[in-house]
């Protein structure tokens, strides 16, 4: 079973899980727009040989966020849903107080420095060599969401 998590964002990324080991793509981005091709390609390549669960972080207003990033962000929330619906694969969406109330409870820290802190732990394999790959810990942590709802279900 694979279980993949996405944050739909351009800054965002598609993390998936197998076993116990975790791989980590950035959202495809070709002249500031969403690679599409790509994105789908991305599924195609995910969901060749296993079963797999994926769990999309729902689009919404976030507080500070302006106008143009907002309906960026809802742009690649559309078309990562409509590339799950297309190629038949199983998923949930999921608000974003959902899963950080499950995946981040009880650890120290704030923001994005504390989901960071928590990917690692789950994952210590995942070494991230810049800094701006410090906000895919978001996918992997909706990846090891979607694995324990999952288990759940």
Known sequence: MIFVGIDPGKQGSIAYLVNSSIKVI????VEKEYDIVAMKNILLDINKNDEVFCVLERAQPMPKQGVVSMFSFGKGYGIWLA?????GLKFQIVHSRTWTRKMLEGSPGVGKERAFNVARNLFPSWQPKFKKEYQYADAILLAE???????NE
């Open 83 to 87: 590339l799950l619906v297309s190629l």
């Open 145 to 151: 969401y979607a694995r324990r709802i999952y288990k």
């Open 26 to 29: 950035a959202t495809p981005i």
